[in-house]
């Protein structure tokens, strides 16, 4: 099973940006779709954006151009670059990890099979 841990959170102002990395023990195995879901206080966990092997992305609509998801195939990391943030962006942001040998459908969620331990972003004004 994969084994994934982010990093990268922390506090910022509105209007600001972060970068959360999520290092995976492995990529799983082709095809593949890994991304980002966040669940703020008191809500329901969400995805955000998903990155699938063949290279395509998809983001949920709240995102608006404003998160950016991308991968480094060489030292197995995961990032999603934060923009513009503001106070509905503050939430436990997860990284996950479709099971090996599975493709994921539309959507910017999935069905995980591994899950990070979550990074802390806060937003305030």
């Known amino acids: 099973q994969v084994q994934l841990a982010e990093s990268g959170g922390g506090a910022v102002q509105t209007g600001g940006s972060l970068r959360l990395s999520c290092k995976a023990s492995?990529?799983?195995?082709?095809?593949?779709?890994m991304g980002w879901f966040r669940q703020a206080p008191g809500k329901e966990r969400e995805g955000v954006a998903v990155?699938?092997?063949?290279?395509?992305?998809e983001y949920a609509d709240f995102v608006k151009g404003r998160f950016t998801i991308s991968k480094d195939n060489v030292d197995n990391i995961l990032y999603l670059q934060l923009r513009d943030l503001n106070d509905e962006d503050t939430a436990v942001y997860y990284c996950?990890?479709?099971?090996?040998?599975?493709?994921?459908?539309?959507?910017?969620?999935?069905?995980?099979?591994?899950w990070g331990q979550g990074t802390q972003v806060t937003v305030s004004s």
């Open positions: 996950a990890a479709g099971g090996d040998w599975h493709y994921c459908g539309g959507g910017s969620s999935f069905p995980v099979a591994s």
């Open positions: 492995r990529f799983p195995y082709v095809p593949y779709c």
């Open positions: 990155l699938r092997s063949d290279g395509s992305k």
